[in-house]
């Protein structure tokens, strides 16, 4: 007789003292034994390395392997984890196949941690009248399933048959979903794969929702996993007041190496009913392609291609705030190469702005093809002095057309810009000085205001200086405030640079906008400013940055540069794009608006950013962004405020009309927007969660979003209830939505995870 085994863990190896592989240990308090056929009586036992059959009573043959196990029956398997306990069981220990009645037990999870997917660790519980074990398929008659604690689980998934692969897959027919005893909907057949890595054709879960200007909303889909390789995901929607959405995901990984992933989605809209009782138009389609691939001799290939119908499609049918509010629509493929310091590209894009909903009111420009050779900077002297050399040279054939304005379907552009950079240093002051050649060619220009074939060549000059001045610091005992036993160091960081460029003078009118290229104008600036930056010194040893304030004007020796200035317009230049994003010239000038970035980070989960252009030539702030985030434990709030001022170009001669006049040229968009997002609880939290964020124009009095989502999470499962409302353009609706979600297996519903708080 031998001690009984412990009982192993869920998911185990087999255990230090399991028997030998071929070996079987049997146990009991008595043993009969007739030959090869043994009675055990009294915490019978019968062992293999790979499991552990367990009872009051146990009959076994030695030599067919049967075993008959009447009375608090145990069974467990080693290698697959399920642990299970039944009345009676039939059993052959050799083909490890039999019958298990009255059976309850438990089969570890399959955890997958990711981002929004509820987990638990919890292993899935069954329930039945009797099962039956053929080799490693377990089918459980009449009985349900769970992962939720016993006794009283949130969910079951109840049926006359489970047929259950570990590690493989999962199929239920004719079985109805209970939650809290409910009824919540019946499927003849039910498909989970148990697979790391699952891949099999079938249909996706339904979802239902409503939305006030589509009307009730019922969907689904099919997942084909065409080979090892490829597969694609069709879903399609019916809006019972609009029509039909169809959305297309195509994927694959060809070779080793290359990878690509093509979406569609479009709207076969009926129209929205207008008061006189016709329908107003508004769908279409999108598609966008994601592609890269390892091309011989170190080539290699990138595409991020989207193509956009129209603009009013995007802001009637797309589910994100943000998306429908963004006008604009890039592509870009290329190939490319590097070596050494070099690098070549072959590039072909489209940029698209839409400029108002109206068909045919945008900008479209175009590249194809353009090739690029590059030189980052490299060293190629260092006797006296340092020297770099870089390079930047294209050509490519360009296209422009918006209202009103088209140029040729190809425009040939070349640029060349070889670069030397080198560095003088005295003391504790360093000049690094560079000086660049550029010339470029067009095969057209503007001439009176339009397109024109004459050829136009550019030739400009620029010298760069940038001064590197020494740091100021200081260390002093903190505050309480930011810390217990806190060490701070002030440190103050003067910067200066001056800009020269020659060469283009009053031809800057004859270029045609494509790019940042014909921004360049002639100019001679100086750029200062001061950086305060605030370190603590934690207990820990640990070194943050908690504070900064950076302060930044030019300061301009040419105002017209060189021409360039178009009184009473918005004049975009390389001298104002790389200072701030926003406009300021719309006159001649002698001075930018002074740049103030401030940054407050005091304590972990806790931080501030303040952005502010104040202009001294019209006396005040101009542009003012403010973003203040908030986390402490389970709490979230975030804040925002951006506002971009009023301002009306003057026309010499002409009256300035109000901002409000439709007729008025502004300088820049006005915006007076506040955003925030109040939040309590996380994706995995259990219990209750809700969240609220909204974005409101202050300037128009309307709400143009927000949303509120509530959610509570059981020990195995997770209901989220979320409420939407947009507002801008033509849009005014309100969307609800709700999705189910049961840990370590997925949801259902019409709220997506990407469109959660949490």
Same mark, same amino acid.
């Given at each position: 007789?031998?001690?009984?085994?412990?009982?192993?863990?869920?998911?185990?190896?087999?255990?230090?003292?399991?028997?030998?592989?071929?070996?079987?240990?049997?146990?009991? +308090?008595?043993?009969?034994?007739?030959?090869?056929?043994?009675?055990?009586?009294?915490?019978?036992?019968?062992?293999?390395?790979?499991?552990?059959?367990?009872?009051?009573? +146990?009959?076994?043959?030695?030599?067919?392997?049967?075993?008959?196990?009447?009375?608090?029956?145990?069974?467990?398997?080693?290698?697959?984890?399920?642990? +299970?306990? !039944?009345?009676?069981?039939?059993?052959?220990?050799?083909?490890?196949?039999?019958?298990?009645?009255?059976?309850?037990?438990?089969?570890?999870?399959?955890?997958?941690?990711?981002?929004?997917?509820?987990?638990?660790?919890?292993?899935?519980?069954?329930?039945?009248?009797?099962?039956?074990?053929?080799?490693?398929?377990? &089918?459980?008659?009449?009985?349900?399933?769970?992962? !939720?604690?016993?006794?009283?689980?949130?969910?079951?998934?109840?049926?006359?048959?489970?047929?259950?692969?570990?590690?493989?897959?999962?199929?239920?027919?004719?079985?109805?979903?209970?939650?809290?005893?409910?009824?919540?909907?019946?499927?003849?057949?039910f498909y989970k794969s148990l697979e790391r890595l699952p891949r099999k054709s079938g249909f996706l879960t339904p979802n239902i929702g409503n939305s006030s200007r589509r009307g009730k909303m019922v969907g689904?889909?099919?997942?084909?996993?065409?080979?090892?390789?490829?597969?694609?995901?069709?879903?399609?929607?019916?809006?019972?007041?609009?029509?039909?959405?169809?959305?297309?995901?195509?994927?694959?990984?060809?070779?080793?190496?290359?990878?690509?992933?093509?979406?569609?989605?479009?709207?076969?809209?009926?129209?929205?009913?207008?008061?006189?009782?016709?329908?107003?138009?508004?769908?279409?389609?999108?598609?966008?392609?994601?592609?890269?691939?390892?091309?011989?001799?170190?080539?290699?290939?990138?595409?991020?291609?989207?193509?956009?119908?129209?603009?009013?499609?995007?802001?009637?049918?797309?589910?994100?705030?943000?998306?429908?509010?963004?006008?604009?629509?890039?592509?870009?493929?290329?190939?490319?190469?590097?070596?050494?310091?070099?690098?070549?590209?072959?590039?072909?894009?489209?940029?698209?702005?839409?400029?108002?909903?109206?068909?045919?009111?945008?900008?479209?420009?175009?590249?194809?093809?353009?090739?690029?050779?590059?030189?980052?900077?490299?060293?190629?002297?260092?006797?006296?002095?340092?020297?770099?050399?870089?390079?930047?040279?294209?050509?490519?054939?360009?296209?422009?057309?918006?209202?009103?304005?088209?140029?040729?379907?190809?425009?040939?552009?070349?640029?060349?810009?070889?670069?030397?950079?080198?560095?003088?240093?005295?003391?504790?002051?360093?000049?690094?000085?560079?000086?660049?050649?550029?010339?470029?060619?067009?095969?057209?220009?503007?001439?009176?205001?339009?397109?024109?074939?004459?050829?136009?060549?550019?030739?400009?000059?620029?010298?760069?200086?940038?001064?590197?001045?020494?740091?100021?610091?200081?260390?002093?005992?903190?505050?309480?405030?930011?810390?217990?036993?806190?060490?701070?160091?002030?440190?103050?960081?003067?910067?200066?640079?001056?800009?020269?460029?020659?060469?283009?003078?009053?031809?800057?009118?004859?270029?045609?906008?494509?790019?940042?290229?014909?921004?360049?104008?002639?100019?001679?600036?100086?750029?200062?400013?001061? &950086?305060?930056?605030?370190?603590?010194?934690?207990?820990?040893?640990?070194?943050?940055?908690?504070?900064?304030?950076?302060?930044?004007?030019?300061?301009?020796?040419?105002?017209?540069?060189?021409?360039?200035?178009?009184?009473?317009?918005?004049?975009?230049?390389?001298?104002?794009?790389?200072?701030?994003?926003?406009?300021?010239?719309?006159?001649?000038?002698?001075?930018?608006?002074?740049?103030?970035?401030?940054?407050?980070?005091?304590?972990?989960?806790?931080?501030?950013?303040?952005?502010?252009?104040?202009?001294?030539?019209?006396?005040?702030?101009?542009?003012?962004?403010?973003?203040?985030?908030?986390?402490y434990s389970t709490y979230t709030v975030s804040l925002g405020h951006n506002q971009v001022r009023c301002i009306v170009l003057a026309i010499p001669g002409v009256p300035v009309p109000a901002c409000e006049d439709?007729?008025?040229?502004?300088?820049?968009?006005?915006?007076?927007?506040?955003?925030?997002?109040?939040?309590?609880?996380?994706?995995?939290?259990?219990?209750?969660?809700?969240?609220?964020?909204?974005?409101?124009?202050?300037?128009?009095?309307?709400?143009?979003?927000?949303?509120?989502?509530?959610?509570?999470?059981?020990? !195995? !499962?997770?209901?989220?209830?979320?409420?939407?409302?947009?507002?801008?353009?033509?849009?005014?609706?309100?969307?609800?939505?709700?999705?189910?979600?049961?840990?370590?297996?997925?949801?259902?519903?019409?709220?997506?995870?990407?469109?959660?708080?949490?």
């Amino acid at each position: 007789m031998q001690a009984p085994p412990p009982a192993p863990a869920h998911n185990a190896i087999p255990h230090p003292n399991a028997p030998l592989i071929d070996d079987i240990r049997i146990y009991a +308090i008595t043993k009969d034994a007739e030959g090869k056929f043994y009675k055990l009586r009294g915490k019978a036992s019968v062992e293999t390395t790979d499991l552990l059959l367990s009872a009051d009573e +146990i009959d076994y043959h030695e030599d067919t392997g049967d075993a008959e196990a009447r009375g608090n029956v145990r069974f467990i398997h080693y290698a697959g984890g399920e642990d +299970i306990h !039944c009345d009676r069981a039939d059993y052959n220990i050799n083909e490890e196949t039999g019958r298990f009645y009255e059976i309850h037990g438990t089969t570890p999870a399959r955890i997958e941690a990711r981002p929004g997917v509820l987990t638990t660790s919890s292993p899935f519980y069954f329930q039945g009248k009797w099962a039956e074990r053929l080799k490693e398929r377990y &089918v459980l008659h009449h009985g349900f399933i769970t992962n !939720c604690k016993m006794p009283k689980p949130w969910w079951t998934l109840r049926g006359p048959v489970f047929d259950i692969i570990p590690g493989d897959r999962a199929i239920a027919r004719n079985a109805m979903f209970r939650l809290r005893g409910i009824p919540l909907f019946f499927t003849p057949f039910f498909y989970k794969s148990l697979e790391r890595l699952p891949r099999k054709s079938g249909f996706l879960t339904p979802n239902i929702g409503n939305s006030s200007r589509r009307g009730k909303m019922v969907g689904g889909g099919y997942y084909w996993a065409i080979n090892r390789s490829l597969d694609a995901t069709y879903r399609g929607q019916l809006f019972t007041e609009r029509g039909f959405a169809h959305h297309v995901d195509f994927r694959g990984k060809p070779i080793r190496g290359t990878d690509f992933n093509f979406i569609l989605y479009g709207v076969n809209d009926r129209g929205l009913p207008q008061p006189d009782g016709t329908r107003l138009k508004q769908g279409g389609y999108l598609f966008s392609v994601e592609a890269k691939s390892q091309l011989p001799a170190g080539f290699q290939a990138f595409a991020d291609i989207n193509y956009l119908s129209s603009y009013v499609f995007r802001q009637q049918f797309t589910e994100s705030f943000y998306e429908a509010i963004f006008s604009e629509v890039h592509s870009t493929g290329f190939v490319t190469k590097h070596w050494s310091s070099f690098g070549f590209n072959v590039v072909g894009q489209r940029d698209q702005v839409f400029l108002s909903t109206e068909p045919g009111d945008a900008i479209n420009i175009r590249k194809l093809p353009e090739a690029q050779l590059l030189s980052r900077q490299r060293e190629v002297s260092h006797k006296v002095l340092p020297v770099w050399f870089s390079l930047w040279s294209s050509n490519g054939l360009e296209y422009r057309t918006q209202p009103l304005f088209q140029t040729r379907q190809f425009v040939n552009r070349s640029d060349f810009e070889p670069t030397v950079t080198t560095a003088l240093r005295w003391k504790w002051l360093t000049l690094l000085p560079s000086f660049s050649i550029r010339e470029t060619y067009y095969g057209s220009s503007v001439q009176d205001g339009r397109i024109a074939d004459d050829n136009y060549l550019r030739s400009a000059r620029e010298f760069n200086v940038d001064l590197s001045l020494p740091s100021f610091a200081r260390t002093f005992q903190g505050s309480h405030l930011l810390g217990k036993h806190l060490r701070l160091k002030h440190v103050i960081e003067p910067k200066a640079s001056f800009r020269y460029v020659s060469g283009i003078g009053g031809d800057f009118s004859k270029l045609i906008r494509f790019d940042e290229t014909e921004l360049l104008s002639d100019t001679t600036e100086a750029e200062v400013g001061i &950086v305060n930056r605030l370190y603590a010194k934690r207990a820990n040893g640990n070194v943050d940055e908690v504070f900064s304030w950076e302060l930044f004007q030019k300061r301009f020796f040419d105002p017209t540069f060189g021409g360039a200035i178009v009184p009473g317009t918005r004049n975009v230049l390389i001298s104002s794009t790389d200072f701030t994003p926003f406009a300021f010239l719309d006159r001649p000038r002698n001075y930018s608006p002074v740049n103030s970035t401030v940054r407050l980070n005091p304590r972990p989960g806790f931080g501030m950013e303040w952005r502010a252009d104040y202009d001294p030539l019209r006396g005040g702030i101009t542009n003012s962004s403010v973003l203040a985030d908030f986390h402490y434990s389970t709490y979230t709030v975030s804040l925002g405020h951006n506002q971009v001022r009023c301002i009306v170009l003057a026309i010499p001669g002409v009256p300035v009309p109000a901002c409000e006049d439709p007729s008025a040229n502004r300088l820049s968009p006005v915006a007076n927007q506040f955003t925030g997002l109040l939040g309590f609880g996380k994706d995995n939290r259990r219990g209750w969660s809700a969240a609220f964020g909204a974005t409101y124009d202050y300037r128009e009095g309307v709400m143009r979003y927000s949303t509120t989502q509530v959610a509570y999470n059981s020990d !195995c !499962c997770g209901i989220s209830v979320q409420y939407r409302r947009f507002s801008f353009g033509t849009r005014n609706e309100n969307q609800f939505r709700v999705a189910f979600a049961i840990a370590n297996i997925g949801s259902f519903g019409t709220l997506k995870k990407q469109e959660r708080i949490f």
